[in-house]
């Protein structure tokens, strides 16, 4: 009877070991959330800087010292992928991805109407921890807090975002003005840097 009992035992201890252990959806935390089109802060994510070259203008030819200035995000650089929920009042506000996807994207450099440079050569100045190219990923079995406030459906949204920057230098001014001639730190246009961040949309 003991021989039975002891055989018993590790039986129960083997098939334990070997028996699979739920996995729990890993909980993704995004670089930037919007409800409604709205951030936390209330800022809009469409929203975007305006950029204003001065009028005299006619143009700038770039001498050195490019860099990056004024940065800010683009949260809406490029769709991932969307898919739409009800919500029930009670029910756990998350939403776990049956999908894998992704998005790649690569950097564009809008130059000022007035600039004339070589624009490969800026673009190597100003690169610093930079990717030409990046892709963002969202994958299969990751869990999303989508703070839901009310039953009804949801469109849920995941984009790559972006970084965007002036992109200022020393530069030879030909102008209308007293300015003709000079060099003067000048705007050159903006660059954008994709990323692997991601921003998570919720609307209702």
């Not at 729990?24 to 802060?41: C, F, M, W, Y």
């Not at 969307?82 to 130059?111: C, D, I, M, Q, R």
């Not at 610093?128 to 079995?141: A, E, Q, V």
């Amino acid at each position: 009877m003991k021989i039975k009992i002891i055989a018993l035992s590790l039986l129960l201890a083997l098939s334990t070991m070997f028996t699979p252990l739920a996995v729990k959806a890993e909980v993704r935390v995004p670089d930037s959330i919007s409800h409604n089109g709205l951030l936390p802060d209330g800022t809009s994510v469409d929203s975007q800087p305006n950029y204003v070259t001065p009028f005299f203008l006619i143009e700038t030819q770039y001498v050195s010292g490019a860099a990056l200035y004024n940065k800010s995000i683009i949260y809406k650089h490029k769709y991932i992928y969307g898919t739409s929920v009800s919500y029930v009042k009670g029910a756990s506000p998350t939403y776990t991805l049956s999908v894998s996807k992704e998005a790649t994207s690569s950097h564009e450099f809008s130059v000022s109407g007035s600039a004339k440079f070589n624009v490969k050569v800026v673009e190597a100045e100003v690169k610093g921890g930079y990717k030409y190219t990046d892709t963002t990923k969202i994958t299969k079995g990751e869990s999303w807090q989508c703070g839901f406030s009310a039953p009804g459906l949801y469109n849920l949204s995941w984009y790559q975002r972006a970084h965007q920057y002036e992109v200022h230098g020393k530069c030879k001014y030909i102008t209308t003005d007293a300015d003709n001639g000079t060099i003067k730190l000048a705007y050159m246009g903006r660059i954008t840097f994709p990323t692997s961040e991601v921003h998570f949309e919720v609307t209702k």
